[in-house]
Each structure stands twice: as structure tokens, then as C-alpha cells.
């Protein structure tokens, strides 16, 4: 297993396009989620899903923001009509969540976009 | 969610002991006390966790104080490949799997 990973590691875009990142989890991992980080703070909850289904939703989560999760494993975060404060990383992690245990978070290395 | 209070930055030498402080005065009574540190240009990796006892593993220990509302993230010989921004977090553990909230972290700092 080669642990979560995310595509691209790089997009650099226009103001106003929509840009697409994918993220695939470890594979028999049950909860996936997606945070942002803006350079210099900590990554900043976005929404999570268990299998397919969308459990929560920050309020970061402009209505420019789409996630999906359809078949419980890849998942994809699009943001339409991009600003420039969109600028950030976008960082995706999966874990295991089952009774007893506190399911640990396994980050991938992130998605760097750039709006000009 | 229960906050946590770091030191912006620690800075260490090579091969000494480093004990990363956090504070949790408002932290409840099924939250878990989370350390999961980033390496420069990665995203966040686990480090420990534990709920009301000391707990080691094979990168770190983690000193819990008695009546929980302070911990202390403890790497036993700081490497240079340690330099990372270390995040305390409260975990609720009633909720399993819940999101975690991360807040700005220590940036710790290893010289050789």
C-alpha cells in the first residue's frame, strides 16, 4: 500500500475556472476527509465522509465547494469559479474507524493550487 | 471543540531530549489528547495519542498531567528530521472518527 494519494501535486489556474483534485484513499480505509492549509496556520477542516456518504460540512465549505466520495473510495473536491483566497493547499486523509479504536488520521502529501 | 494553547516555537539541539508543552483547561472528560506533527512540504502524520495515562510508542511519549488540563509531547533524542510543526488536539472520543481541529501548532526547531 502505498498510503493516500493525491492528484495533482500542483494546479495553477486562472481566476473564475473551476479546478478538479482527486484524492485515493488507503484502501480499506473507511472515512475519508479534506482540509485546507494557508501557509504559516494548521489545516482547516472542510467536510468528511464515511464510505459514500457526506457526514459533515464545514462552513468553509462556500457553495463553490463540491466533494464526492461516489463508490466509498476515491473522493473529489471541485471548486468552480476559483477566487484567489481559494489559493491553498488541499490536503486529504483517510482512516479506519471501527468500535474501540480512535482511528488515526493518514495524510496525503496534498494538492498546491495557485489562483492568479 | 476544546482548544489547545502551544508555544508558537521550541528550538532544540541534535540528540537531547525535547518536551513539547500544551495546554487544555476546558478539556472534557471523553476527549483524547492527539499529537500529530508536519514535516516541511508533507501533510500532518500521527504521532501519539492517549486519554489519562502516560503512553509510549516507538516516536515519542506523551506525559499527561494529573488532572488532564496540560500535556507535554516528549522526543527522547531530538534528530534533525524532527524539525517539524507539532499540533496538539483534542479529540472528542465519544463521537469516533470524529474531524480533528488543528490549531497553529510549535514549530520546533533541531540544531546540529
Known amino acids: 500500500d502505498t498510503g493516500v494519494s493525491q492528484d495533482p501535486r500542483h494546479k495553477i489556474t486562472k481566476r473564475g475556472q473551476n479546478v478538479t483534485f482527486r484524492c485515493d484513499p488507503i484502501s480499506e480505509h473507511n472515512r475519508l476527509y479534506w482540509y485546507r492549509q494557508t501557509l504559516g496556520q494548521g489545516p482547516e477542516f472542510l467536510t468528511y465522509?464515511?464510505?459514500?456518504?457526506?457526514?459533515?460540512k464545514s462552513r468553509l465549505l462556500s457553495d463553490r465547494f463540491s466533494a464526492e466520495r461516489p463508490k466509498g473510495s476515491f473522493s473529489t473536491l471541485e471548486i468552480q469559479r476559483t477566487e484567489q483566497g481559494d489559493s491553498a493547499m488541499y490536503l486529504c486523509a483517510s482512516s479506519l474507524v471501527l468500535a474501540g479504536n480512535t482511528g488515526e488520521l493518514f495524510f496525503g502529501e496534498g494538492s498546491r493550487l495557485t489562483v492568479l | 471543540d476544546a482548544k489547545t494553547t502551544q508555544p508558537n516555537s521550541m528550538e532544540s539541539n541534535e540528540e537531547e531530549p525535547v518536551h513539547l508543552p500544551c495546554n487544555h483547561s476546558t478539556i472534557s472528560g471523553t476527549d483524547y489528547i492527539h499529537w500529530y506533527r508536519q514535516l516541511p512540504s508533507q501533510g500532518p502524520e500521527y504521532v501519539i495519542h492517549g486519554l489519562t495515562s502516560n503512553v509510549n510508542n516507538r516516536m515519542a511519549s506523551l506525559a499527561i498531567a494529573e488532572d488532564r488540563k496540560s500535556s507535554t509531547l516528549i522526543l527522547h533524542r531530538a534528530t534533525l528530521r524532527d524539525a517539524a510543526v507539532y499540533y496538539c488536539i483534542l479529540r472528542d472520543g465519544g463521537t469516533s472518527g470524529s474531524r480533528l481541529t488543528f490549531g497553529e501548532g510549535t514549530q520546533l526547531t533541531v540544531n546540529p
Open positions: 465522509f464515511q464510505n459514500e456518504a457526506q457526514l459533515e
